[in-house]
């Protein structure tokens, strides 16, 4: 079985053929193609400096453009009638691996 680290909106994952996954949100294409960072194929490894060569990782997009769970920061003084309360959704973006070639 065939792994692949990736990198995308400044975070890696580790993903094998047919995962679905939520990135940070993405162009507006029908398929993306990533550079691996690392490819796992059975005992062989490869590891890239910085991406490995010759490889990469297709994706298909399946939903374009869905908001991630509500985050919410907030910031309070003690007895300085000091509060205020900010909530943000992430843009998410999110693709199902097709296919990882290796070299």
Known sequence: MKKAVIL??????????GDVLDVEKLQ???????????????EKVSIGTPIVSGA??????VAQDKLGEKVTSIRYKAKKRVHTVHGHR???????????ASK
């Open 8 to 17: 995308t909106g400044s975070k890696q994952y580790l993903v094998t053929e």
């Open 28 to 42: 507006d294409t029908k398929t993306v193609d990533f550079e691996p960072l690392l490819i796992i194929d059975d």
């Open 56 to 61: 990469k990782v297709s994706a298909e997009i």
């Open 90 to 100: 992430q843009h998410l973006t999110t693709i199902k691996i097709s296919k990882i």
